[in-house]
């Protein structure tokens, strides 16, 4: 158990940042009576680690010119479709390399001093989960944004300390609609940086990226790996509104630096949503045949090892026979896994059917 509950933590993800990342994150935002404690403790203790980052950039010399083996795996999806679950089936396999939970927070401390601090987080991070009590471990799989927006101001998860500006964020930095060229090759340098390091990390030879923010960035992953493959996780809608509103308003407690009702949450993640989908369906043609996916989250849950082994040979992705056994044995410790359970109520329906009904019609879910 941490010693530290995840909702009464004294600083915020920001903290792993490094000096330059602050400060044009946190520039000209408004912090909220009742956060200033966090935001100059989180300010403070970033400061002081960003001193360490000569020593790391040193070590990152070494590894930045060695060209990636194979273009990575993207799992895509919205928020609560499922990602985690399938990222952590295709993980077993040791072909592959990906962000851990450490890198997530401190990706600026991966190449050096990473034993001490990873020892100290896992001190303090609690076991489980809060949304869903799934297994937190310092060394387990993680999508990699929360790393991305420690590297470079450019992150959409930039929401969770200023979520007054998160549809801002949504348009210029999850949907590269209003982005300058600068900020995209910034955010191509910064997550090749941190795929190299992920591989060299976990010894991967083919990066796996469970990161939902991926799934309106199509053509920009295209553009940086042609020959990329992608999972696309569809999910009940239903359960998709009521997860994400769960997860956004539990999750955006010890990280917010501003006030925001949960009317106002709510309202954001169902504009959101709509504008990831059609982005998605936007892109997703440009995507060569082949390469990409798409799946029912219900349904690779009902038979998740029959359905992992069909995904690797549709995408033709090496080493399915020689993780056969890690798989079996990831997917048979998770029969007792007890889930969330949902129960939609009239006001989630009518949410749902006027706002997310093109999925509904386009994926065939129905109550």
Aim: charged letters at 25%.
């Amino acid at each position: 158990m941490g010693l530290m509950e995840f909702d009464k933590l004294p600083i915020n993800t920001l903290v792993g940042a490094d000096w330059k990342t602050f400060k044009a994150v946190t520039a000209n935002k408004t912090i909220d009576k009742g956060f200033r404690n966090k935001y100059f403790l989180t300010k403070s203790v970033c400061r002081l680690l960003s001193l360490l980052q000569p020593f790391e950039d040193a070590r990152y010399r070494k590894i930045a010119d060695k060209p990636l083996e194979m273009d990575p795996v993207f799992i895509l999806g919205h928020w609560r479709s499922g990602t985690t679950f399938v990222h952590n089936v295709f993980s077993c396999d040791k072909h592959f390399g990906y962000n851990t939970t450490y890198q997530t927070v401190f990706p600026n401390l991966m190449l050096w001093g990473q034993p001490f601090f990873k020892k100290n987080m896992s001190l303090l991070m609690p076991d489980k989960r809060p949304t869903d009590n799934l297994e937190l471990k310092v060394d387990l799989p993680q999508e990699e944004e929360f790393a991305l927006a420690n590297m470079m101001p450019y992150s959409y998860y930039n929401f969770w300390f200023f979520p007054k500006h998160m549809l801002e964020y949504c348009d210029r930095y999850l949907l590269f609609d209003n982005t300058t060229e600068h900020e995209l090759e910034v955010f191509k340098e910064t997550f090749l940086k941190l795929i190299k390091i992920s591989l060299w990390n976990t010894h991967g030879t083919q990066f796996l990226s469970k990161n939902p923010p991926h799934t309106g960035r199509v053509k920009t992953l295209l553009e940086m790996f042609p020959n990329a493959k992608f999972i696309y996780l569809k999910r009940n809608p239903y359960t998709v509104f009521e997860s994400t509103r769960s997860f956004f308003t539990n999750t955006i407690q010890p990280l917010r630096l501003q006030d925001i009702t949960n009317e106002q949450i709510e309202s954001n993640l169902i504009e959101v949503y709509r504008r990831l989908f059609y982005k998605f369906e936007e892109q997703k043609g440009l995507i060569p045949e082949g390469n990409l996916v798409e799946v029912k989250f219900e349904d690779f849950e009902q038979d998740a090892y029959a359905m992992t082994e069909d995904i690797y040979r549709k995408l033709n992705l090496p080493g399915f026979e020689s993780s056969k056994a890690e798989i079996e044995k990831y997917l048979g410790k998770k029969k007792g896994y007890k889930k969330n359970q949902y129960k939609y109520d009239d006001r989630t329906i009518q949410i749902v059917e006027e706002n997310w009904g093109m999925a509904l019609k386009e994926w065939g879910y129905s109550l």
